[in-house]
């Protein structure tokens, strides 16, 4: 009953930025944490971001930090991820996950989205 849709990614070069979006609609958005993971061909999905409902609290894969910002509007739905410095290493598919509660784990949610494509050239 949760639809969850991204959009935003497409190819960019190496060191260059990129801004996901991910808008939830269907049964009740609030209350609930969010999240983003990826997946490389041939590799396990990993652990990108997640924030919580109020918004005070997030986490970043090691990977991330410090380049990748999450961010969520609860008035629009939708929750953001600013993509900066980015390298040839953050190529994979990016999925958007709603959480069954108001946290998070980096093992998933309870829905997602059908994904977005991030390449980027070095």
């Known amino acids: 009953q949760v639809q969850l849709v991204e959009s935003g990614g497409g190819l960019v070069q190496a060191g260059g930025s990129l801004r996901l979006s991910c808008a939830a609609s269907?049964?009740?958005?609030?209350?609930?944490?969010m999240g983003w993971f990826r997946q490389a061909p041939g590799k396990e999905r990993e652990f990108v971001a997640a924030?919580?409902?109020?918004?005070?609290?997030?986490g970043y894969g090691d990977s991330v930090k410090g380049r990748f910002t999450i961010s969520r509007e609860n008035a629009k739905n939708t929750v953001y991820l600013q993509m900066n410095s980015l390298r040839p290493g953050d190529t994979a598919v990016y999925y958007c996950?709603?959480?069954?509660?108001?946290?998070?784990?980096?093992?998933?949610?309870?829905?997602w989205g059908q994904g977005t494509q991030v390449t980027v050239s070095s």
């Open positions: 269907g049964r009740t958005f609030s209350s609930r944490a």
């Open positions: 924030i919580t409902w109020s918004g005070g609290g997030t």
């Open positions: 996950t709603l959480f069954s509660g108001g946290y998070y784990s980096d093992e998933g949610g309870a829905y």
